[in-house]
T-cell receptor, first 114, second 114 residues
Framework: SAVISQKPSRDICQRGTSLTIQCQVD?????MFWYRQQPGQSLTLIATANQGSEATYESGFVIDKFPISRPNLTFSTLTVSNMSPEDSSIYLC???????????FGPGTRLTVL | GDSVTQMEGPVTLSEEAFLTINCTYTATGYPSLFWYVQYPGEGLQLLLK?????DKGSNKGFEATYRKETTSFHLEKGSVQVSDSAVYFC?????????????FGSGTQLTVLP
């Protein structure tokens, strides 16, 4: 299995501000998935990021709102821009570790927007 | 598209009771199937998985069998404990897709009473 860390673990932010969430993995990652889990809901895929190319966003999510960086094979960031209370969720990174078919998840970042 | 339908919760059981959480799926290819667990205040953890028809995944006393004929992957445990209280998510990864991201069910909240 992979060791995955996310920073921050939680944050409380004001409307209109932005937050960047970091995801660090101890193994090389072929793909990085970013998910959102709204209160009491299941997980929804935001985007898929390959190293060296632009992320692919799911329906309902756009790059201007959720820009993603993937500077190397073990690190990625997701920014939640111009936040509103509707963005209050848990955000999880999920790396696809090379040579495995199992998806692991980071511990999540619990975001509350006031 | 792919979808996962999970038994609605919440489910409340007494300690040592038998647990079944139903999960059925729709997929165009030959998916891998997973059960993830989310304990209170924690991130998502892989509980068990099965990658082909008739495979049985097992872990921590939980079992699930990949039934292609009924497109099901029901989670079972013979005797639940208070520490099993968590939210359980059924998920699939369709190997026909290039990204192979996970599609999740809605989650089932399990509470085990002493």
């Amino acid at each position: 299995s992979a060791v995955i860390s996310q920073k921050p673990s939680r944050d409380i932010c004001q409307r209109g501000t932005s937050l960047t969430i970091q995801c660090q993995v101890d193994s090389q990652v072929t793909m990085m998935f970013w998910y959102r889990q709204q209160p009491g809901q299941s997980l929804t895929l935001i985007a898929t990021a390959n190293q060296g190319s632009e992320a692919t966003y799911e329906s309902g999510f756009v790059i201007d709102k959720f820009p993603i960086s993937r500077p190397n094979l073990t690190f990625s960031t997701l920014t939640v821009s111009n936040m509103s209370p509707e963005d209050s969720s848990i955000y999880l990174c999920s790396p696809r570790v090379a040579c495995t078919d199992t998806q692991y998840f980071g511990p999540g970042t619990r975001l509350t927007v006031l | 598209g792919d979808s996962v339908t999970q038994m609605e919760g919440p489910v409340t059981l007494s300690e040592e009771a038998f647990l079944t959480i139903n999960c059925t799926y729709t997929a165009t290819g030959y998916p891998s199937l997973f059960w993830y667990v989310q304990y209170p205040g924690e991130g998502l953890q892989l509980l068990l998985k099965a990658t082909k028809a008739d495979d049985k995944g097992s872990n921590k006393g939980f079992e699930a069998t990949y039934r292609k004929e009924t497109t099901s992957f029901h989670l079972e445990k013979g005797s639940v404990q208070v520490s099993d209280s968590a939210v359980y998510f059924c998920a699939l990864s369709d190997r026909g897709g290039s990204a192979r991201q996970l599609t999740f069910g809605s989650g089932t909240q399990l509470t085990v009473l002493p």
